[in-house]
């Protein structure tokens, strides 16, 4: 399996701040990778896709870029609403997750 | 829209069999373009994918549980399910269902709200 490493596992972040996380695969996933937002108790729900397209609706503070084994995820205007934890999503091979990171205000 | 909601037991017995049923909504199961799909979430913990239906019946396992896994489709109702066999507690878990677009990408564009199954005597 694909392994997916996410940093940092947690971040505390103010209102207005940019926000990144990154995502590396253990081996190269070309663009094969998802991002997601999973607030407590909900499904998660899909923010960018294929590393760097947003997903229709999604607020364009959200961005991601990267290929091959790094990506990075950015938020780039922290909103009291994007309080929540972001997975990363290989689709390369059998789809995998990252260990998510835990956004907080 | 469309909407998917999960369905079966919240609590299944060591060595038993889990079976849930996830119900789609504004949408036909039967179209392609889509895998359908169950995911799985350890409390507090990450995002395990467990397998797919395609609407022509062809499934996907993911190999660390494909001796113990079932999926099948209903098309007269709509639905597609899961069998996971020989239970214990460690498949407690929030199960989820989903749609994975198929096409040139790939992603879980839609999930059911989830549901807890805990496994124990």
């Known amino acids: 399996d694909i392994q997916m490493t996410q940093s940092p596992s947690s971040l505390s972040a103010s209102v207005g701040d940019r926000v990144t996380i990154t995502c590396q695969a253990s081996q190269d996933i070309s663009n094969y990778l998802n991002w997601y937002q999973q607030k407590p108790g909900k499904a998660p729900k899909v923010l960018i896709y294929d590393a760097s397209n947003l997903e229709t609706g999604v607020p364009s503070r959200f961005s991601g870029s990267g290929s091959g084994t790094d990506f990075t995820f950015t938020i780039s205007s922290l909103q009291p609403e994007d309080i929540a934890t972001y997975y990363c999503?290989?689709?390369?091979?059998?789809?995998?997750f990252g260990g998510g990171t835990k956004v907080e205000i | 829209q469309v909407q998917l909601q999960e369905s079966g037991p919240g609590l299944v017995k060591p060595s038993q069999t889990l079976s849930l049923t996830c119900t789609v909504s504004?949408?036909?199961?039967?179209?392609?373009?889509?895998?359908w799909s169950w995911i799985r979430q350890h409390p507090g913990k990450g995002l395990d994918y467990i397998g797919f239906?395609?609407?022509?019946?062809?499934?996907y396992y993911n190999p660390s549980l494909k001796s113990r896994v079932i999926i099948s489709l209903d098309t007269s109702k709509n639905q597609f399910s899961l069998k996971l066999s020989s239970v214990t507690a460690a498949d407690t878990a929030v199960y989820y269902c989903?749609?994975?677009?198929?096409?040139?990408?790939?992603?879980?564009?839609?999930w059911g709200q989830g549901t807890l199954v805990t496994v124990s005597s």
């Open positions: 504004g949408g036909s199961i039967s179209s392609g373009g889509y895998y």
């Open positions: 999503q290989q689709f390369h091979d059998l789809p995998t």
């Open positions: 239906i395609y609407y022509t019946g062809n499934t």
């Open positions: 989903a749609r994975e677009r198929s096409s040139r990408v790939h992603y879980f564009d839609y």
